[in-house]
T-cell receptor
């Protein structure tokens, strides 16, 4: 199974600023995803990070707010832009290693916006 | 469209007793079903999956789940609960050919000493 390192593990940010979250995988993977987990709620898929092309965003999420990079098959970043308190959440990087395999998750980034 | 229902926000069980965390699903075609566990300040950890084959699936930490096609259920079970099993449990489903699962809202399992 893939080992995923996600940084930072937590941060407290001021309203209006941006935070970039990094996700590093110990092996090349085809599928990388970014999820949001709001307090007391389930996981919501933000986008699929595509290597070498623009990310595929889910309904309700836009590139201007959540720009994503994926320069290679082992690394991706998610930026939360122009933050507001409503962006306070846990952001999770996830990878898929095969059709019959489960997703693997990083430990998440716990973001608090004040 | 695919969906998952975890009807219980919280399950309480005494240590040593059997536990069940319920999950029902809806998906077009054959389901790929998963259970994950999330401990505080951690990401989700994979517990077990059903893709095909035996309806009773065994996974990590002594957990098992039974796939019931007629009831579209995939309940998570453990014969004897431990205090250390206390965590948040997520059921997930996806259709074959899709890499993206839909997650249930999670069930908080609390095991009392």
């Amino acid at each position: 199974s893939a080992v995923i390192s996600q940084k930072p593990s937590r941060d407290i940010c001021q309203r209006g600023t941006s935070l970039t979250i990094q996700c590093q995988v110990d092996s090349q993977v085809t599928m990388m995803f970014w999820y949001r987990q709001q307090p007391g709620q389930s996981l919501t898929l933000i986008a699929t990070a595509n290597q070498g092309s623009e990310a595929t965003y889910e309904s309700g999420f836009v590139i201007d707010k959540f720009p994503i990079s994926r320069p290679n098959l082992t690394f991706s970043t998610l930026t939360v832009s122009n933050m507001s308190p409503e962006d306070s959440s846990i952001y999770l990087c996830s990878v898929g290693t095969g059709e019959n395999s489960p997703l693997h998750f990083g430990n998440g980034t716990r973001l608090t916006v004040t | 469209a695919q969906s998952v229902a975890q009807p219980e926000d919280q399950v309480n069980v005494a240590e040593g007793n059997p536990l069940t965390v319920k999950c029902t699903y809806s998906v077009s075609g054959n389901p790929y079903l998963f259970w994950y566990v999330q401990y505080p300040n951690r990401g989700l950890q994979f517990l077990l999956k059903y893709i095909t084959g035996d309806n009773l699936v065994k996974g990590s930490y002594g957990f098992e789940a039974e796939f019931n096609k007629s009831q579209t259920s995939f309940h998570l079970k453990k014969p004897s609960a431990l205090v250390s099993d206390s965590a948040l449990y997520f059921c997930a489903v996806r259709a074959g050919g899709s890499y993206i699962p839909t997650f249930g809202r999670g069930t908080s399992l609390i095991v009392h000493p």
